[in-house]
């Protein structure tokens, strides 16, 4: 299996709503990416989890909250979000970490298109 | 930290070479280069990866000249579905964190 998953594929949400997205890995990955991205511009980092520890935050408000159950899942609890916050988020896995030369070849999910109404 | 700049769009036909060149001037001595292809509406899929000289692989061939303040990144005869957004990477080796940081990448168009 050399699928990331990610569900829900579409999510729509109120500003008051409390949701989650989901990542599913099962290729022995011991690092997984949560990532944002808007239309037409790239991907931008937001969480690095490396052995199901929080390893980067690259300053997320705290409306977005990471969460890594076990070394195949990957959540992102969202709450109270801002319309500026729809975009395609992306789950990724690696099998190296940070000093492996094989980290950057990250796996990517299909991603889950969130919209903030 | 190393930044990198490419060219915004490229247009080609089908059957044809492209090239798309990357530039990074101050990559450093641990960095090395990374491409990554993203069609509509998926995640970024990995290309290829190297250091120096030449890297080919099935999909893909990537030149690095001796000053490595380059890379290009050779897809030999496209076709409509190479149609996507390329992105070059740099990071470094030993930390591996710049190496998550996407640059804007270089939206190819194949035509019939």
């Known amino acids: 299996d050399t699928e990331v998953t990610q569900t829900p594929k579409h999510l729509v949400m109120g500003m008051t709503n409390k949701k989650s997205l989901k990542c599913e890995q099962h290729?022995?990955?011991?690092?997984m990416y949560w990532y944002k991205q808007k239309a037409k511009k790239p991907p931008e980092l937001m969480f690095v989890?490396?052995?199901?520890?929080?390893?980067i935050n690259e300053s997320v408000p705290s409306r977005f909250s990471p969460e890594c159950p076990n070394s195949s899942l990957l959540n992102l609890h969202l709450h109270a979000l801002q319309p500026e916050d729809s975009a395609l988020y992306l789950c990724?896995?690696?099998?190296?970490?940070?000093?492996?030369?094989?980290?950057?070849?990250?796996?990517f999910g299909p991603g889950t298109r969130l919209t903030v109404l | 930290l190393a930044k990198t700049t490419q060219p915004i769009s490229m247009d080609s036909y089908e059957g044809q070479e492209v090239n798309i060149t990357c530039s990074h001037n101050n990559i450093a001595t641990n960095d090395y280069i990374t491409w990554y292809q993203q069609f509509p509406s998926q995640g970024p899929r990995f290309i290829i990866q190297?250091?120096?000289t030449k890297v080919t692989n099935e999909v893909a061939s990537l030149f690095i000249p001796a000053d490595r303040k380059s890379s290009t990144l050779s897809l030999p005869r496209v076709s409509l579905s190479d149609t996507a957004v390329y992105y070059c990477l740099v990071g470094d080796k030993n930390t591996g964190r710049r190496a998550l940081t996407f640059g804007s990448g270089t939206r190819l168009q194949v035509q019939p």
């Open positions: 190297g250091y120096k």
């Open positions: 290729m022995g990955h011991r690092a």
């Open positions: 990724a896995s690696s099998r190296g970490l940070a000093g492996d030369l094989s980290y950057n070849e990250q796996f």
């Open positions: 989890y490396s052995y199901e520890k929080l390893s």
